[in-house]
């Protein structure tokens, strides 16, 4: 599974850990990480297809802290001839 880096905070320490939605609200989930690259890392273990999780580097998001999500639309795609 892969996230966006700025997902993930505590990245080069021993630990990094995420914010996943569970119900209203954030809790910090700790992570495995594998591979990083072009702004994406690989999640080994602590989270699940399907988890969602604060991105966007909102540092006054804390743990517990209930929000309502907001869903960023993907940007289309334009193919050429």
Do not use: C, S
């Amino acid at each position: 599974m892969l996230v966006p880096i700025d997902a993930i905070r505590d990245l080069d320490a021993a630990q990094p850990w995420a914010l996943k939605l569970v119900g209203a609200r954030v809790h910090r989930q700790n992570l495995r990480l594998g591979l990083r690259g072009g702004g994406l890392a690989e999640v080994i273990e602590g989270l699940a297809a399907g988890d969602l999780v604060v991105a966007g580097g909102y540092a006054e998001v804390m743990d517990r802290t209930r929000i309502r999500p907001v869903f960023a639309t993907p940007a289309p795609i334009a193919l050429l001839p």
